[in-house]
């Protein structure tokens, strides 16, 4: 085994068998392969493709380059991930509510990525909560509460992180293969025995369109089972934020409501839907609509809540958060209404627009030592379909001054078209793929 027979391989679209795509990842995560040797490779690959087997192969060998867990509890470990959308706040609501149904469910998750906002930022929204935590506390934490929302440590598919950061600079990133393996490798580290994957499609997510999305749903459904994990997919829509705040402490607020009022909120209707179907893959429900109906009670009758409240104090937080969270978020010192200017239905709305003004506020990172502002975002966001008169409002800035807000002004607006007939708003789920 060597990295340049490897790589030349690839140059020739050949691919390289499972042991070698193995032996590659290992020398990514010891050192036995150069940063030159890891770009050509991502570049190899990128103009090419590895195939179902090769893809297989290479996330394995990533997963195993580092720590993988493993649990003796009395029911399924599962989890969820999302490829990433605006105002998507699915994983604080749908972590508790799966605990609270049976399972077991260490959340490995992420910081923000371009527009998307990230879990962990949002959960380190709420004082005190600390995420990255010692193996042996997250399965202490596991154990007692059910579930628990972490970052990854650096043991965690060691591979994956070398190979992310020499994508990032080479133009690499768009490619299927390596997509799927990162996202994979990290996820099948934790241990799971079933998972669910929520693939974003339209104007707020990285897949703009039906096509681009079935094809990251397929790979990773069909990597995923390979490597002995029972996964499904579903494709929901992101031409609108999921919740209709875009923002740390904001989405934490629509969180605790969507877990409080009882409501049947987007919010909450997703989380069900992406349960049901972990529950059922996992043995917990008879189907993915049974399982629905049980991650919807546990949501609306409050024991998901009380869950969620017990999974904070855990991590550090506040022990009565879910009594009275508005008093521990932070809020913005500048707020601000947005108010048409004209009357008209909501017939679009950009997300990733959305998504970059709460970066542009401080609610995201443009640089990887940027300091989040939790208090910054915008909360009210209209719906698609919604009628306005001239001086509804289309949104409220949360900003940390004047200027800011009035920047953010001009760039919701612009996200945001007006139009004389009502548009035909998409579903909710657009189609579930499965194993």
């Known amino acids: 085994m060597d990295a340049r027979t490897i790589i030349a391989r690839l140059r020739r679209r050949e691919a390289p068998g499972a042991e070698a795509l193995r032996w590659f990842a290992q020398g990514l995560a010891d050192g036995g392969v150069s940063d030159a040797q890891a770009g050509a490779f991502a570049m190899a690959v990128c103009m090419g493709e590895l195939g179902p087997e090769g893809r297989t192969a290479l996330t394995l060998g990533m997963r195993d380059s580092g720590t993988v867990l493993e649990w003796d509890l009395d029911g399924p470990v599962i989890d969820k991930h999302s490829t990433g959308g605006v105002g998507d706040c699915v994983s604080l609501l749908l972590a508790p509510a799966l605990a609270e149904c049976g399972a077991y469910v260490p959340m490995i998750s992420g910081r923000g990525l371009g527009h998307t906002g990230g879990t962990l930022d949002k959960l380190e929204a709420i004082p005190g909560v600390v995420t990255q935590v010692g193996r042996a506390r997250l399965a202490r934490i596991v154990a007692e509460v059910g579930a628990a929302i972490v970052g990854a440590s650096a043991r965690i598919a060691p591979a994956d992180k070398r190979l992310y950061a020499v994508r990032d600079v080479t133009a690499t990133v768009e490619s299927l293969d390596l ?255 499965g194993p």
């Open 179 to 433: 997509i799927t393996a990162s996202i994979l490798s990290k996820k099948l580290a934790a241990g799971l025995q079933a998972l669910v994957l929520d693939v974003k499609l339209g104007s707020g997510a990285f897949m703009k369109t039906p096509d681009e999305a079935r094809a990251l749903a397929r790979a990773l459904v069909e990597t995923a089972n390979a490597a002995g994990c029972k996964t499904s997919a579903l494709i929901t829509d992101m031409n609108q934020p999921l919740a209709p705040a875009l923002g740390n402490a904001l989405e934490v607020d629509e969180v605790m409501t969507a877990l409080t009022d009882g409501q049947d909120s987007p919010l909450a209707q997703l989380s069900a839907a992406l349960g049901g179907v972990l529950l059922a893959d996992a043995g917990l429900a008879d189907s993915a609509e049974a399982g629905s109906e049980r991650v919807a009670a546990v949501i609306r009758d409050g024991r998901a809540a009380e869950r969620f409240g017990r999974m904070l104090a855990a991590l550090g937080g506040p022990v009565r958060f879910v009594d009275d969270w508005a008093r521990f978020l932070p809020e913005a010192s500048v707020i601000q209404e947005i108010a048409a200017r004209e009357a008209g239905y909501v017939t679009a709305i950009d997300g990733e627009a959305l998504g970059l003004a709460v970066v542009a506020l401080g609610g995201g990172r443009q640089v990887e030592e940027d300091v989040i502002d939790p208090a910054v975002g915008l909360s009210g966001v209209v719906r698609l379909g919604a009628k306005v008169d001239k001086g509804t409002p289309l949104a409220k800035i949360h900003a940390a001054r004047e200027d800011a807000a009035r920047r953010a002004d001009a760039a919701v607006r612009a996200a945001i078209t007006l139009g004389p007939k009502p548009p035909a708003v998409p579903p909710l789920v657009h189609e579930r793929i």
